[in-house]
Structure formats: structure tokens, C-alpha cells
């Protein structure tokens, strides 16, 4: 009887695992609950299974790029606007960053049937720009962050991958750790 359990068990923790390392790969998917969840597989299924299987493969490197890049430009801009108020924008932005906001908010109002970005300038800036604004004004992040190198170094490696995800790509997985790593970072450094 012992040995039956002990058998039971070790079975139990090998699907389990087996279970995992499914799911981790795309090939199994927990179960459902919400609504829209189960809707986007029903609309997927006539989808290749090699694009759903990527899809679900990106969720994690989104997610994770979502989060990096957010909490940047919220850091940037609770920082700046402590400094010199809501508009420092106006004050603190290069020449090249302010034509790129008039543009793309030109651009929004001829296209008013879509939802358009967060109304804070810094959102409608490129990812690349936010190192050049914390470089640009390091005085009001030096006390925060370990140093220019360190700024840069991660968000333009993370620009790399953001430019794999925006441009619907697969991630490879080595670099989904480093931008995992990278958020873990700057959530570790600014607290």
C-alpha cells in the first residue's frame, strides 16, 4: 500500500510538472474563466497554430515591456514636474522632442474616431527618448539612479526587444529574461 501512494505521488508531481513545462511552451492553456478570455480563443481558433502558440508565447514579454517602459515615464515625469511643475515639459524637452508631440497630437485630432495616447507629453515620445531626458537633466535623478551608464545601457538593450515586440516578432527567450531583469532592476532602484 505504501509503495502505491508513494507511486500515486510521484506520478502527481510528473503531470504536474509535465503540466508546466506544456504550458510554458504554448502547447497547454489553463482553464478560462472571463468572458473575453474565452472569446479570444474562440476567435483564434481558426488561426495557425504556430501564431496562437507565439502569441500566447509574447503575453509575458509584453507585459513585462508594458510595465519598464510605464514606470520610466512615470519616474520621468513625477520627477520633472516636481521640479519645475506641469509644464516642464516646455522647459526640459529638446527642440526634436517637442516637434514630435505637436506632430503626433496634430496627427490625433484628423484622427478622432481612435483613441489616442495618455494626454502627458511624455507619452508621446519615442522609448529612446527617455534615457535622453534623464541624461539631459540628470541633476534631478542622480540622487535615484546608480548612473548615466546604467540608464542608458538598460533602456537602449530593452529598445531592442521593444522593437521585436511592437513589430510582432517573437522574443527569443533569453531576452524575455533580460527584460524581466531590467524591470527588476529599476523597480529595485527607484523603490
Given amino acids: 500500500m505504501k509503495g ?15 503540466c508546466q513545462d506544456m504550458q510554458s511552451q504554448g502547447l497547454l492553456h489553463r482553464p478560462l474563466s472571463p468572458v ?12 495557425q497554430e504556430s501564431v496562437r502558440n507565439a502569441a500566447l508565447q509574447m ?13 520610466v515615464r512615470e519616474l520621468i515625469s513625477s520627477r520633472l514636474e516636481e521640479a519645475d511643475g506641469t509644464d ?14 505637436s506632430d503626433r497630437r496634430q496627427k490625433e485630432q484628423r484622427d478622432l474616431w481612435h483613441t489616442g495616447r495618455n494626454k502627458q507629453p511624455i507619452y508621446y515620445l519615442d522609448f529612446g527618448d527617455l534615457s535622453k531626458i534623464i541624461v539631459n537633466n540628470w541633476s ?18 530593452a ?8 513589430h510582432t516578432n517573437v ?4 531576452e524575455v529574461d533580460r527584460l ?7 523597480i529595485k532602484q527607484i523603490g
Fill in 180 to 186: 524581466e531583469m531590467y524591470l527588476t532592476d529599476w
Fill in 88 to 101: 516642464w515639459f516646455e522647459k526640459r524637452a529638446t527642440n526634436q522632442m517637442k516637434t514630435k508631440l
Fill in 171 to 174: 522574443l527569443a527567450a533569453e
Fill in 159 to 166: 529598445e531592442k526587444s521593444r522593437n521585436v515586440i511592437a
Fill in 36 to 47: 473575453s478570455q474565452r472569446h479570444d480563443i474562440d476567435l483564434l481558433a481558426p488561426v
Fill in 59 to 71: 503575453q509575458r514579454a509584453y507585459l513585462l515591456l508594458f510595465t519598464l517602459e510605464n514606470i
Fill in 4 to 18: 502505491d501512494l508513494r507511486d500515486f505521488v510521484f506520478r502527481g508531481f510528473l503531470a504536474v510538472h509535465s
Fill in 140 to 157: 534631478e535623478f542622480e540622487d535615484l539612479l546608480p548612473g548615466q551608464p546604467w540608464v542608458q545601457a538598460r533602456l537602449d538593450e
